[in-house]
C-alpha cells in the first residue's frame, strides 16, 4: 500500500499461479470496472476519484492479472466494487485485455471498460506541462506517439462500455461525471447523458448523438439575453418559444426514444448525447434541460438520464 492509499502491485506479494474456484458470491458481481485509455487523458485521476468513493483501485496492473484480482477479491466484504487502472505498458495489451474479459464474462462477472480519451491538442499540451515523453514515443514526435497509441487502442475504444472525454474537465468536473454515470442504483439499465456543449471548444469525444442547434436565432446578439444561460428564463423561453425549435425538439425527442429501446435490446448500458450550440451556453442548454424533461418517464423503464453542460461559464 503506498502513502496515498493506493494499492502498488510490485509491492503486493500475491501468488498468480493456478486461478482458485469462483467464490458463490462473485456470480452476477457487477461492479467491476477496467479503466484504460489514452496516456495523459487521466486514468490515474479517474481511479482516483472512484477511490475516494470507496471503490478499490488498483493501478498499474497487467491486463493479464484482472482475473486473479477478481478472484482474490470476490469473497471480501470491503472490495466488492473494484476497479483497475491499466494502460499500454504490455505489447500484448489489447490481446490480453480482450481475453481477460472474456474470461470475466464466462465466470459470471459482467465488467465495465471505461476509455479516458481527451484530444490530441489537450494531450501535446499536459505532456508538455510535466516535461516528460510519451511511453510510445520512442524516437520521434510527441505528436507521434499520441498517434501510434490511438491506433493502438482504436478497437478498445469503439468497443467500451463507456468513453469519457476530459479534455475541457477539471478535476471536480471529472469527478462529477464519474459519480453520475458509473455510481447509483445498480439497477439501472441505461445511463444516458444529455451534454450541452460549444461547437467552437470542439464536439465532445465520447459522444455517441450529436444535435446541432446552430440553425436557431442566436441570444448572444441579444444584449438583454446575453449576461444569461439556457438556464434562467428570458433565454429558456426565447429558444423554446420559436415554432421551429420545437419542431426540432419533437423529432430529436422522437429520436432518442427510439433509439434508446435499440440500445435497451442491445444491452447498451452508456450513451451520451451532444447537443450544441456555438458557444455552449444559450440554445444547447436550454434544449438539453428540455429534452431532459421530456424524456424523464424512462427511468419508470430503469433509464436513468443525467445532464451536463460542459462549457458553461468558459466565455
Known amino acids: 500500500m503506498t502513502t496515498d492509499g493506493r494499492t502498488d502491485v510490485t509491492a503486493r ?14 456470480v452476477g458481481r457487477s461492479d467491476v470496472v ?24 488498483v493501478d498499474n496492473l497487467p491486463p493479464a492479472m484482472i482475473v486473479r484480482l477478481m478472484d482474490l477479491t470476490a469473497d471480501d466484504p470491503q472490495r466488492q466494487r473494484v476497479a483497475v ?7 500484448d495489451f489489447t ?4 481475453g481477460a474479459m472474456q474470461t470475466l464474462g464466462e465466470r459470471g462477472w ?16 499536459r505532456f508538455e506541462a510535466v516535461r516528460r515523453p510519451h511511453p510510445l514515443q520512442g524516437e520521434g514526435l510527441l505528436l507521434d506517439g499520441i498517434r501510434r497509441e490511438r491506433r493502438m487502442l482504436g478497437d478498445i475504444r ?23 454515470l458509473l455510481g447509483g442504483d445498480a439497477d439501472v439499465r441505461l445511463r444516458l447523458a444529455i451534454m450541452a456543449f460549444g461547437f467552437k ?28 444561460t439556457g438556464r434562467d428564463a428570458p433565454v429558456r423561453d426565447f429558444v423554446l418559444g420559436q415554432d421551429l425549435a420545437q419542431e426540432y425538439i419533437r423529432h430529436a425527442e422522437h429520436l432518442l426514444r427510439t433509439a434508446v429501446q435499440g440500445y435497451l435490446a442491445e444491452g447498451r448500458r452508456y450513451v451520451t448525447v451532444a447537443v450544441g450550440c456555438t458557444g455552449g451556453k444559450h440554445r444547447s442548454v436550454a434544449t438539453a434541460e ?10 419508470e423503464q430503469d433509464v436513468q438520464i443525467s445532464t451536463f453542460h460542459r462549457d458553461l461559464g468558459r466565455e
Open 110 to 125: 459482467r465488467p465495465r471498460v471505461v476509455f479516458v480519451d481527451s484530444s490530441d491538442e489537450t494531450l501535446v499540451r
Open 13 to 26: 506479494r500475491i501468488d498468480l499461479g493456478e486461478q482458485p474456484p469462483v467464490p458463490p458470491g462473485a
Open 34 to 57: 477496467i479503466l484504460t485509455g489514452m496516456s495523459g487523458a487521466g486514468r490515474t485521476t479517474a481511479g482516483d476519484v472512484l477511490e475516494d468513493r470507496g471503490w478499490y483501485v
Open 290 to 299: 428540455e429534452l431532459t424533461r421530456r424524456l424523464a418517464d424512462l427511468q
Open 85 to 91: 487502472v491499466a494502460d499500454v505498458r504490455s505489447r
Open 158 to 180: 469503439s468497443d467500451a462500455d463507456l468513453v469519457l472525454d476530459t479534455s475541457n474537465y477539471n478535476v471536480h468536473e471529472l469527478a462529477a461525471k464519474i459519480d453520475a
Open 95 to 98: 490481446n490480453e485485455l480482450a
Open 201 to 228: 471548444y470542439g464536439i465532445p469525444l465520447d459522444a455517441d448523438v450529436v444535435l446541432d442547434l446552430r440553425f436557431l436565432p442566436n441570444p448572444y446578439w441579444n444584449p438583454e439575453l446575453r449576461p444569461h
